[in-house]
């Protein structure tokens, strides 16, 4: 069998807006479930995965219905791997629904390719009874699948599978590896359609390339100074703090550029931590810092009084404050550069070009708004 290579990765996805605190407990929710083959031969999708992330993020976070922005779940799949049980259909959960899109971001860097066998209709069936779906039909829901081997293989039957998905609303979206003709052979636009969602063919081996700017520099800059204002509390909090770090660096392998969508992600409203930062933690709940055992706050706080470590912390929140508006501004100048800058035309189909065209296209019929 043909080993395949497959990606994906939507982002990955995202951090939300739901623990904001002027943020409605009924805001909508965009659901995203990313089903990434990594069988043998996928690394050149997966590539473009990491590659493309924070753009795909960025795009999302654009996303309103009305003035309201939308909390947005990412879960991360991997199917086809011979290194995953036979018996579970060689697939693997790699992340449940969740915002943290530091979280998503490590899980993705950490996949690495195996042959295997590719039984889409399992993976199918498996993320739409496994993950905690909205039951509203407000809220938004896609699986995305990628893959270059027959839609049909396993012992699921994908027709099922991508009916049942789409009885609780589900949108499948499939994004065949290859020739569109051999999608279309192999069951990748069939399974689209019964799913209710739209069918991509892409180049999987297409290098991704960033388009430098005159504010990369600039915004790598902003984007340590804003890594300073966090405060890490709790049993891990300083795992978390790590965490951000390293997925900097996993963004600047593909150069600075590509740090700056991150940056500009990280200045945006859908990027929490209150789980493991004081600052956002204090905004959704003011009276924290009065309840923390001295043992959950950083060191240099233990000594100091209440009064003390409010100002502490309001201080870094204003401080984080003026950071932000400094990316957001850089980022509404990166982006007029990279409109004039970017090809007026491009036939080559990449991850990126297909998720944000469907994704439009989708969020427009669900009732969303793309805003700049």
């Known amino acids: 069998m043909k080993k395949t290579a497959l990606i994906f990765a939507l982002l990955a996805a995202f951090k939300s807006i739901v623990v904001v605190a002027s943020v409605s407990q009924t805001a909508p929710k965009i659901q995203v479930a990313l089903l990434l083959d990594t069988s043998n ?8 995965t990491k590659a493309q992330l924070w753009k795909m993020v960025n795009h999302l976070i654009k996303a309103k219905r009305g003035n309201e922005s939308p909390v947005i779940e990412i879960a991360l799949y991997e199917y086809g791997n011979s290194n995953l049980a036979a018996g579970e ?6 992340n449940a629904l969740t915002t943290d899109v530091d979280d998503i971001s490590e899980k993705l860097f950490a996949l690495y390719t195996k042959g295997g066998e590719e039984f889409c209709g399992w993976a199918i069936g498996s993320a739409t009874t496994s993950l905690a779906w909205s039951e509203s039909n407000v809220d938004m829901k896609i699986i995305f699948i990628a893959g270059n081997e027959p839609f049909n293989q396993g012992p699921t039957d994908y027709r099922n599978a991508c009916t049942t998905a789409q009885n609780k609303s589900i949108l499948i979206n499939t994004i065949f590896c290859g020739n569109w003709k051999e999608g279309v ?10 799913g209710k969602g739209l069918y991509f063919n892409i180049d999987k081996d297409r290098k991704i390339e960033h388009i430098p700017t005159p504010y990369d520099d600039t915004l790598f800059a902003l984007n340590r100074q804003l890594n300073e204002t966090y405060i890490a509390y709790g049993k891990h909090g300083e795992s978390k703090l790590k965490k951000q770090t390293e ?6 392998n593909y150069g600075k550029a590509n740090v700056s969508l991150r940056t500009s992600y990280k200045a945006k409203g859908g990027y929490r931590n209150e789980s493991w930062d004081l600052i956002d933690a204090s905004e959704q709940n003011p009276q924290l810092i009065e309840t923390l055992k001295v043992e959950d706050l950083p060191e240099k706080m233990r000594l100091m ?11 870094k929140q204003i401080e984080r404050s003026k950071i932000k508006k400094q990316i957001i501004d850089l980022d509404t100048k990166m982006q007029a550069f990279l409109l004039e800058k970017l090809p007026k035309s491009e036939s080559t189909k990449t991850l990126d070009k297909v998720m944000l065209e469907g994704l439009t296209t989708q969020l427009r019929e669900h009732g969303f708004e793309i805003k700049p």
């Open 41 to 48: 031969s996928m690394d050149g999708l997966i590539d473009q």
């Open 89 to 94: 259909g060689y697939l693997r959960m790699v």
């Open 185 to 194: 052979r192999t069951h990748w636009q069939d399974g689209a359609s019964l």
């Open 247 to 252: 997925q900097d660096a996993n963004a600047a």
């Open 305 to 315: 009084s209440t009064a003390e470590r409010k100002k502490y912390i309001g201080s």
